[in-house]
């Protein structure tokens, strides 16, 4: 079950939404909330010209700021983004502590996730001070999974709905693990779980949607499977079938199909990080 949860805090649209899901299962399972913000210091360090670009300080937006005057603003945005965390917690009457850090994003989020169950993530990331806004930092997510041995859930800008659960599952190890420490934090709890299988062959889909509800039924949670047999791009089948059900959270390895043997190269992880409209839980 859950009992401590790690929210990485982004800009104040997303940090509200990460909270808000935050919040929301901290009251399910009487969880404590840490809050995490983060000025990307080595990141700032790497990019600082060695003298002025040139422009008018305070008109010119190329003007060059300096190495200490970039990290007193990175300072103020966590601080900040800190505050508005832990005004929020406070009134839900939810448990929780802040923490300001500096550092490597994705080292600072894997070492503070040791003392969590799970981490939550913005599906697009600003926490790396080089990141563009037009793309989700998929390099960020690569790295907590590979080096952290938590759980994370990536959430999107909008609110999740509170709809069922839907594992995509393709009998791989990654999926194997996912769906382990899906169970094990207590999320499928509410009996609301739907298995997506998506293979060439329909008895191959349905050897493996039924293994993990088989799984899931040891466990004592009720799960629906969905053999889907086609040779469309499997994400774009799952995303259909999570619209079709009204899902609040998709379950799945980090890899995808087992053939894609290239951490997080996958067409099908790749797609579902640009497009995915509701928090995806991922597991390394």
Known sequence: MLRGIL???????????LTGLAIRWARRFGASLTGLAIADEPGIRAIEPLGPVGGRPGVNPVYYLGYENRMDEARRRADRLAAEFV?????????HE???DEGAPDEVIARRAR?????????????EFRAREDLPDEGLVRRVLKDTPR???VVPRSPAPEGPVIVAYDGSLQADRALSAFEATGLGGTGRVHIVSVADGPDEATRHAEHARHFLDLHRLAAMAHAIASSSPPAAIVLAEARRLGAGLLVMGAYGKPVLREFFLGSFTRTLLAECPIPMFLYH
């Open 7 to 17: 929210v990485g805090l982004d800009t104040t649209e997303h940090g509200e939404v």
């Open 87 to 95: 005004a929020r917690c406070a009134s839900a009457g939810i448990a």
């Open 98 to 100: 802040e923490v300001v």
């Open 115 to 127: 003392s969590h169950d799970l981490v939550l993530l913005p599906q697009r990331s600003h926490f």
């Open 151 to 153: 759980p994370i859930v």
